[in-house]
């Protein structure tokens, strides 16, 4: 079975689980708290450890997670790590996350700048997508000073490119193919 099929498997349960007590909020953002905690190099480190026991990383992450995570979301970790499934943590949260937003019907869009983007700005773009998409939208913005200037907005499955470094490659690859004549 592969990691994909698994991390769908305990997602889809607790998804499932989660609209049946009327909790979805709740466990969307636990699963928020669980993505950025998983990103954390000492936490992955702690999950790979192979010479910690289940039961210490049981331990571990009921210390961690006990105070800003519901019930329902720590017994999935407690199962998690007990079937010895831990590293799919990362993967369980970003798939309940999709069937999620599926459910309420909000995109996902991650904007890329060289800068860093204001809050009104960030409303503003909000706003852009909300009325061309007709929906809500979780946008998160990322700062990449190799996007030089302008933006790189993806949103779901569609991708809009409007960087400096994009148009410089463009008119790099013209420059090349046009032959000189004298």
Known sequence: MNESQ?????AKALFQSASEQRILDTVYKDMEVLTS???????????????LQPSQKEKLLRAIFEKHLSKISLS?????????????LPGIARFFRELY????????????????????????????????????VELTTVVDGDVI???????????YDASVASNLKK???????TSIEK
């Open 37 to 51: 905690t998983c990103k954390l190099e000492n936490f992955q480190y702690m999950l790979g450890v192979p010479t």
């Open 76 to 88: 999935m970790i407690d199962l998690v790590v007990k079937n010895k499934r831990e590293a799919y």
């Open 171 to 177: 008119l790099k690859k013209q420059l090349l193919q």
């Open 101 to 136: 937003r599926k459910e309420t019907g909000v995109r996902a869009a991650t904007l890329v700048t060289a800068q860093a983007v204001d809050e009104s700005e960030m409303n503003g773009i909000r706003k852009l997508i909300k009325k061309a998409y007709d929906s809500d």
């Open 149 to 159: 200037g302008g933006f790189v907005l993806t949103i779901e499955d569609m991708r």
């Open 6 to 10: 698994i991390s769908v498997r305990y």
